[in-house]
Protein backbone atom coordinates (compact mmCIF):
# COMPACT_ATOMS: atom_id res chain seq x y z
CA UNK A 1 0.00 0.00 0.00
CA UNK A 2 1.50 3.69 -1.28
CA UNK A 3 1.88 5.63 1.68
CA UNK A 4 2.09 9.74 2.04
CA UNK A 5 5.57 10.61 2.11
CA UNK A 6 6.57 13.35 4.69
CA UNK A 7 7.81 16.70 2.69
CA UNK A 8 9.27 19.31 4.04
CA UNK A 9 7.54 22.52 2.51
CA UNK A 10 9.01 25.71 1.30
CA UNK A 11 6.26 28.19 2.84
CA UNK A 12 4.56 27.72 5.86
CA UNK A 13 1.06 28.33 6.20
CA UNK A 14 0.48 31.94 7.36
CA UNK A 15 3.81 32.98 7.74
CA UNK A 16 4.89 36.11 7.03
CA UNK A 17 6.95 35.65 3.45
CA UNK A 18 6.74 37.74 1.07
CA UNK A 19 5.92 35.58 -1.56
CA UNK A 20 3.65 33.17 -0.35
CA UNK A 21 0.40 32.51 -1.91
CA UNK A 22 -2.05 35.76 -1.92
CA UNK A 23 0.75 38.46 -1.34
CA UNK A 24 1.50 41.37 -4.07
CA UNK A 25 4.09 39.77 -6.45
CA UNK A 26 7.49 41.88 -6.40
CA UNK A 27 7.38 42.49 -10.56
CA UNK A 28 4.77 41.83 -12.62
CA UNK A 29 6.80 41.19 -15.53
CA UNK A 30 7.04 38.08 -17.67
CA UNK A 31 9.81 35.56 -16.33
CA UNK A 32 10.13 37.27 -12.73
CA UNK A 33 9.77 34.70 -10.02
CA UNK A 34 6.81 34.40 -8.71
CA UNK A 35 7.86 32.26 -5.15
CA UNK A 36 5.21 29.50 -5.97
CA UNK A 37 6.51 26.07 -6.52
CA UNK A 38 3.54 23.85 -8.29
CA UNK A 39 3.38 20.09 -6.48
CA UNK A 40 4.71 17.69 -9.55
CA UNK A 41 3.87 13.74 -9.74
CA UNK A 42 6.07 10.99 -9.39
CA UNK A 43 5.03 7.80 -11.82
CA UNK A 44 3.54 5.13 -10.97
CA UNK A 45 3.15 1.67 -13.15
CA UNK A 46 0.87 -1.14 -13.33
CA UNK A 47 2.51 -3.12 -10.60
CA UNK A 48 1.33 0.39 -7.93
CA UNK A 49 -1.54 1.15 -9.47
CA UNK A 50 -4.11 -1.09 -9.03
CA UNK A 51 -3.69 -0.71 -4.83
CA UNK A 52 -4.60 3.32 -5.66
CA UNK A 53 -7.49 2.43 -7.56
CA UNK A 54 -8.84 0.54 -4.36
CA UNK A 55 -7.65 2.46 -2.05
CA UNK A 56 -10.54 4.89 -0.88
CA UNK A 57 -7.89 7.69 0.37
CA UNK A 58 -6.79 8.31 -3.06
CA UNK A 59 -9.24 9.82 -5.81
CA UNK A 60 -8.21 9.40 -9.34
CA UNK A 61 -8.55 12.30 -12.71
CA UNK A 62 -7.89 12.71 -16.41
CA UNK A 63 -4.04 13.21 -16.96
CA UNK A 64 -4.21 16.26 -19.69
CA UNK A 65 -1.79 16.84 -22.21
CA UNK A 66 -1.75 20.44 -21.79
CA UNK A 67 1.03 23.12 -20.48
CA UNK A 68 0.62 23.56 -16.46
CA UNK A 69 -0.10 26.53 -15.05
CA UNK A 70 -1.03 28.38 -11.97
CA UNK A 71 -3.24 31.53 -12.53
CA UNK A 72 -3.00 34.11 -9.51
CA UNK A 73 -4.99 37.10 -8.60
CA UNK A 74 -3.80 39.93 -6.68
CA UNK A 75 -3.74 43.78 -6.66
CA UNK A 76 -1.27 43.77 -9.59
CA UNK A 77 -3.89 41.95 -11.22
CA UNK A 78 -4.26 38.36 -13.06
CA UNK A 79 -0.80 36.88 -13.73
CA UNK A 80 0.06 32.81 -15.36
CA UNK A 81 2.90 30.93 -13.30
CA UNK A 82 4.29 28.05 -15.03
CA UNK A 83 6.09 24.85 -13.90
CA UNK A 84 8.83 26.53 -12.25
CA UNK A 85 7.60 29.38 -11.02
CA UNK A 86 8.33 32.38 -13.02
CA UNK A 87 5.62 34.54 -14.07
CA UNK A 88 3.95 34.24 -18.03
CA UNK A 89 1.19 35.14 -19.82
CA UNK A 90 -2.06 33.79 -20.09
CA UNK A 91 -4.77 33.79 -23.00
CA UNK A 92 -6.92 37.30 -22.64
CA UNK A 93 -10.17 35.54 -22.30
CA UNK A 94 -8.88 33.50 -19.61
CA UNK A 95 -7.89 36.56 -18.07
CA UNK A 96 -10.91 38.36 -18.70
CA UNK A 97 -13.01 35.38 -17.10
CA UNK A 98 -10.94 34.71 -13.76
CA UNK A 99 -11.38 38.48 -13.46
CA UNK A 100 -14.55 38.28 -12.63
CA UNK A 101 -13.73 36.72 -9.38
CA UNK A 102 -13.83 39.00 -7.05
CA UNK A 103 -11.55 37.37 -4.66
CA UNK A 104 -7.90 37.18 -4.69
CA UNK A 105 -6.58 33.91 -5.16
CA UNK A 106 -4.02 31.29 -6.45
CA UNK A 107 -5.66 28.80 -8.84
CA UNK A 108 -3.20 25.54 -10.15
CA UNK A 109 -4.37 23.78 -13.49
CA UNK A 110 -3.62 22.34 -17.21
CA UNK A 111 -3.75 25.31 -19.83
CA UNK A 112 -4.97 22.96 -23.07
CA UNK A 113 -4.92 24.99 -25.69
CA UNK A 114 -6.67 28.36 -24.36
CA UNK A 115 -9.08 26.45 -22.18
CA UNK A 116 -7.51 26.39 -18.48
CA UNK A 117 -9.04 23.01 -16.20
CA UNK A 118 -8.65 23.90 -12.73
CA UNK A 119 -7.53 21.13 -10.09
CA UNK A 120 -6.26 22.74 -6.93
CA UNK A 121 -6.41 26.13 -4.88
CA UNK A 122 -3.53 27.13 -3.21
CA UNK A 123 -5.20 30.15 -1.30
CA UNK A 124 -7.92 32.32 -1.61
CA UNK A 125 -8.56 35.81 -0.14
CA UNK A 126 -5.41 35.98 1.74
CA UNK A 127 -5.75 32.77 3.39
CA UNK A 128 -3.32 30.25 2.26
CA UNK A 129 -5.09 26.91 1.67
CA UNK A 130 -2.42 24.53 0.81
CA UNK A 131 -2.34 22.83 4.63
CA UNK A 132 -5.98 21.75 4.25
CA UNK A 133 -6.67 17.98 2.50
CA UNK A 134 -7.10 18.34 -1.30
CA UNK A 135 -11.20 16.96 -1.30
CA UNK A 136 -11.11 20.24 1.15
CA UNK A 137 -9.56 22.57 -1.23
CA UNK A 138 -10.99 21.08 -4.26
CA UNK A 139 -14.62 21.73 -2.67
CA UNK A 140 -13.38 25.25 -2.02
CA UNK A 141 -12.77 25.34 -5.60
CA UNK A 142 -15.86 24.83 -6.87
CA UNK A 143 -17.36 26.85 -4.62
CA UNK A 144 -14.64 29.86 -6.04
CA UNK A 145 -15.28 29.20 -9.80
CA UNK A 146 -18.89 28.48 -9.65
CA UNK A 147 -21.28 29.34 -12.55
CA UNK A 148 -17.89 30.56 -14.45
CA UNK A 149 -16.74 26.54 -14.70
CA UNK A 150 -20.27 25.38 -15.73
CA UNK A 151 -20.49 27.50 -18.44
CA UNK A 152 -20.09 25.34 -21.91
CA UNK A 153 -18.34 28.76 -23.58
CA UNK A 154 -15.82 29.31 -20.69
CA UNK A 155 -12.41 29.19 -20.93
CA UNK A 156 -12.38 28.34 -17.33
CA UNK A 157 -13.37 24.74 -16.02
CA UNK A 158 -12.68 22.30 -13.26
CA UNK A 159 -10.99 19.01 -13.65
CA UNK A 160 -13.50 16.80 -11.67
CA UNK A 161 -11.96 13.62 -9.33
CA UNK A 162 -13.44 10.19 -8.91
CA UNK A 163 -12.89 8.59 -5.59
CA UNK A 164 -14.99 5.48 -6.01
CA UNK A 165 -13.69 2.46 -7.57
CA UNK A 166 -15.54 2.40 -11.20
CA UNK A 167 -15.35 6.15 -11.06
CA UNK A 168 -11.60 5.08 -11.26
CA UNK A 169 -11.73 2.02 -13.17
CA UNK A 170 -13.08 3.60 -15.73
CA UNK A 171 -10.68 6.15 -16.47
CA UNK A 172 -7.49 3.54 -16.17
CA UNK A 173 -9.22 1.97 -18.91
CA UNK A 174 -9.95 4.85 -21.34
CA UNK A 175 -6.43 5.20 -20.51
CA UNK A 176 -4.73 1.97 -21.71
CA UNK A 177 -7.20 2.42 -24.82
CA UNK A 178 -5.28 5.83 -25.11
CA UNK A 179 -8.48 7.66 -24.77
CA UNK A 180 -6.74 9.70 -22.48
CA UNK A 181 -3.11 10.65 -21.72
CA UNK A 182 -3.32 9.05 -18.27
CA UNK A 183 -4.80 9.10 -14.86
CA UNK A 184 -3.59 10.96 -11.79
CA UNK A 185 -4.05 10.12 -8.22
CA UNK A 186 -4.00 12.22 -5.14
CA UNK A 187 -4.24 11.78 -1.62
CA UNK A 188 -7.55 13.47 -0.91
CA UNK A 189 -6.10 14.36 2.44
CA UNK A 190 -2.62 15.22 2.04
CA UNK A 191 -1.73 19.15 1.78
CA UNK A 192 -0.06 20.79 -0.81
CA UNK A 193 3.86 19.82 -1.31
CA UNK A 194 5.56 22.17 -3.63
CA UNK A 195 8.16 20.30 -6.34
CA UNK A 196 8.40 16.53 -6.91
CA UNK A 197 9.78 14.37 -3.90
CA UNK A 198 12.58 11.95 -4.78
CA UNK A 199 10.62 8.98 -4.19
CA UNK A 200 6.73 8.06 -2.82
CA UNK A 201 4.74 11.30 -2.72
CA UNK A 202 0.86 11.89 -2.11
CA UNK A 203 0.32 12.30 -5.79
CA UNK A 204 1.23 10.31 -9.06
CA UNK A 205 0.92 9.65 -12.89
CA UNK A 206 -0.19 6.53 -14.67
CA UNK A 207 0.65 6.85 -18.28
CA UNK A 208 0.20 3.45 -20.15
CA UNK A 209 3.03 2.05 -22.21
CA UNK A 210 3.55 -0.83 -24.97
CA UNK A 211 6.94 -2.74 -25.43
CA UNK A 212 8.21 -3.35 -28.73
CA UNK A 213 11.67 -5.28 -29.49
CA UNK A 214 13.91 -3.08 -31.55
CA UNK A 215 17.15 -3.37 -33.24
CA UNK A 216 19.59 -0.71 -32.28
CA UNK A 217 20.49 1.00 -36.01
CA UNK A 218 24.27 1.45 -37.09
CA UNK A 219 23.95 4.89 -37.16
CA UNK A 220 25.66 7.20 -34.42
CA UNK A 221 23.85 9.26 -32.04
CA UNK A 222 25.23 11.65 -29.72
CA UNK A 223 25.52 11.09 -25.92
CA UNK A 224 23.94 8.17 -23.78
CA UNK A 225 21.33 7.59 -27.55
CA UNK A 226 20.89 4.44 -29.28
CA UNK A 227 18.91 4.75 -32.71
CA UNK A 228 16.15 2.58 -33.01
CA UNK A 229 14.99 0.38 -35.92
CA UNK A 230 12.39 -1.87 -37.15
CA UNK A 231 11.68 -4.47 -40.27
CA UNK A 232 9.52 -4.20 -42.44
CA UNK A 233 8.77 -7.36 -43.95
CA UNK A 234 6.80 -6.38 -47.15
CA UNK A 235 9.76 -4.54 -48.24
CA UNK A 236 12.24 -6.38 -46.76
CA UNK A 237 14.35 -3.25 -45.10
CA UNK A 238 14.88 -1.68 -41.85
CA UNK A 239 13.09 1.07 -40.94
CA UNK A 240 14.31 3.86 -38.21
CA UNK A 241 11.62 4.57 -35.13
CA UNK A 242 13.63 7.08 -33.61
CA UNK A 243 15.73 6.82 -30.69
CA UNK A 244 15.93 6.22 -27.01
CA UNK A 245 18.22 7.40 -23.82
CA UNK A 246 19.63 4.92 -21.82
CA UNK A 247 20.54 6.16 -18.12
CA UNK A 248 24.23 6.56 -16.65
CA UNK A 249 24.12 2.64 -14.98
CA UNK A 250 22.97 0.87 -18.10
CA UNK A 251 25.53 -0.16 -20.78
CA UNK A 252 25.11 0.97 -24.48
CA UNK A 253 24.31 -2.03 -26.69
CA UNK A 254 26.50 -2.84 -29.93
CA UNK A 255 24.71 -2.28 -33.06
CA UNK A 256 22.20 -4.54 -34.48
CA UNK A 257 21.30 -5.76 -30.91
CA UNK A 258 17.34 -6.61 -30.18
CA UNK A 259 16.73 -4.30 -27.03
CA UNK A 260 13.20 -3.96 -25.19
CA UNK A 261 12.03 -0.78 -25.52
CA UNK A 262 8.56 0.47 -23.91
CA UNK A 263 6.82 3.25 -25.29
CA UNK A 264 3.67 5.29 -25.48
CA UNK A 265 2.36 5.57 -29.18
CA UNK A 266 3.77 5.51 -32.47
CA UNK A 267 2.99 8.20 -34.60
CA UNK A 268 3.53 9.09 -38.39
CA UNK A 269 6.24 6.62 -39.71
CA UNK A 270 6.46 4.53 -37.19
CA UNK A 271 8.38 6.81 -34.99
CA UNK A 272 8.04 5.80 -30.95
CA UNK A 273 6.48 8.72 -28.81
CA UNK A 274 8.40 8.58 -24.57
CA UNK A 275 10.73 5.60 -25.49
CA UNK A 276 12.10 4.44 -22.89
CA UNK A 277 15.19 1.66 -23.11
CA UNK A 278 14.62 -1.26 -20.71
CA UNK A 279 17.42 -3.75 -21.69
CA UNK A 280 19.09 -5.76 -24.40
CA UNK A 281 17.17 -8.85 -25.61
CA UNK A 282 20.55 -11.10 -27.09
CA UNK A 283 17.75 -14.36 -27.13
CA UNK A 284 15.57 -12.22 -29.64
CA UNK A 285 16.13 -13.06 -32.94
CA UNK A 286 16.10 -10.11 -35.58
CA UNK A 287 13.23 -11.35 -37.11
CA UNK A 288 10.88 -10.34 -33.96
CA UNK A 289 11.77 -7.06 -34.53
CA UNK A 290 9.39 -5.68 -36.62
CA UNK A 291 6.80 -3.34 -37.54
CA UNK A 292 3.96 -4.95 -37.41
CA UNK A 293 4.00 -4.82 -33.48
CA UNK A 294 3.64 -0.80 -32.92
CA UNK A 295 0.29 0.39 -31.98
CA UNK A 296 -1.08 3.67 -33.06
CA UNK A 297 -2.41 6.21 -31.40
CA UNK A 298 -6.20 6.13 -33.34
CA UNK A 299 -6.30 10.17 -34.01
CA UNK A 300 -2.84 9.80 -36.28
CA UNK A 301 -2.39 8.51 -39.39
CA UNK A 302 0.79 6.07 -40.25
Known sequence: MLEAQSLARDVTPGSADPQAPGKPPRGDSNGLVSGIKPQLLNPVDESGVDSLIRH???????????????????????QGIDRDGR????????????????????IDGELVADTFHAFD??????????????????????????????????????????????????????????????????????????GRPVAGGTQFRYVPTH??????????????????????????????????????????????????????????GGVLH???YVEARAEIPETEAHLTQLWYRPDLSN
Request: charge should be positive.
Open 56 to 78: SDYVAQELLSGIRRLIRKSPQGI
Open 274 to 276: DAR
Open 121 to 194: LLDFEGVDRRDRGYLTRLSLLKDVLGSLASDASSPLRILLASRDWRGKQNLMERARTQAIAGVVFKDAWAPYYP
Open 87 to 106: YTSLPPALVKCANRIPESFT
Open 211 to 268: LVFCRVSATPVVGRSVGLELLDEEKGQWVGVGSVSLAPQQALPAPHTVCEVRYRYAGV
